[in-house]
């Protein structure tokens, strides 16, 4: 559910001042006012921001790393092994 259901929800049904609803979702009360004085709106969309973190060229390598030391570990410890025998 989009934030301006939850606004109108708080507000038309369960009968919140635009204070309290401004106060639980963290918007503005001039925010909050505007949308619900707005019949037609719709949910605001934003643009999904493509931020590369600077440890991205190392996520890789770190992965390969893992898994070739998860791939070259034995199938049974050494430890197992000498109690067993």
Not at 8 to 31: C, Y
Not at 49 to 54: D, G, H, L, N, Y
Request: charged content about 35%.
């Amino acid at each position: 559910m989009g934030m301006l259901a939850k606004i109108r929800r708080m507000h038309f049904r369960d009968a919140m001042s635009l204070r309290e609803v401004a106060r639980r979702t963290g918007l503005s009360r001039n925010t909050v006012r505007n949308w619900l004085r707005q019949s037609d709106l719709t949910e605001p969309t934003y643009p999904v921001r493509a931020v590369r973190s600077v440890v991205d060229p190392y996520k890789e390598r770190k992965k390969l790393e893992r898994l070739c030391r998860y791939i070259s570990r034995p199938a049974v410890s050494e430890k197992h092994l000498l109690v067993s025998s």
